[in-house]
């Protein structure tokens, strides 16, 4: 009977490298000036009022919720082609759920 030879571990990175994998830690920061000035101390501001019972996916679904409505909205007001003028009020509405779904979004991770 012959005996096979094991496969590496690693195929594709060193040794090295896979350790340097295992022991990295995601440290990210954003120092927009809407960020820093606006979104992140409204955000912990806001997050204060939320009952502490609310699952941080619900914040999640709400936001996604603020991007998906306008969107559909545009789809079935203007069709696939997108053609014909874009009414004021969408505008207003569409920069409303953004500006909605960035504080959702820096409130679920808070």
């Known amino acids: 009977?012959?005996?096979q030879k094991s496969a590496p571990?690693?195929?594709?990175f060193?040794?090295?490298?896979?350790?340097?994998?295992?022991?990295?830690?995601?440290?990210?920061t954003d120092?927009?000036?809407l960020y820093v000035h606006?979104?992140?101390p409204g955000a912990n501001k806001l997050v204060t009022y939320l009952p502490e019972t609310l699952a941080p996916n619900t914040i999640t679904a709400i936001g996604l919720a603020c991007t998906v409505?306008?969107?559909?909205?545009?789809?079935?007001?203007?069709g696939?082609?997108?053609?014909g003028w874009v009414p004021r009020w969408f505008v207003f509405f569409h920069s409303l759920t953004y500006?909605?779904?960035?504080?959702?979004?820096?409130?679920?991770?808070?």
């Open 1 to 3: 009977m012959q005996v």
């Open 80 to 83: 696939c082609n997108l053609v």
């Open 14 to 28: 060193s040794e090295q490298a896979a350790e340097n994998m295992k022991n990295h830690k995601y440290h990210g």
């Open 38 to 40: 606006v979104f992140s």
């Open 69 to 78: 409505v306008p969107f559909m909205m545009l789809m079935s007001i203007w």
């Open 99 to 110: 500006f909605l779904y960035r504080f959702l979004d820096e409130m679920d991770g808070k």
């Open 9 to 12: 571990k690693h195929r594709h």
């Open 31 to 33: 120092l927009g000036l």
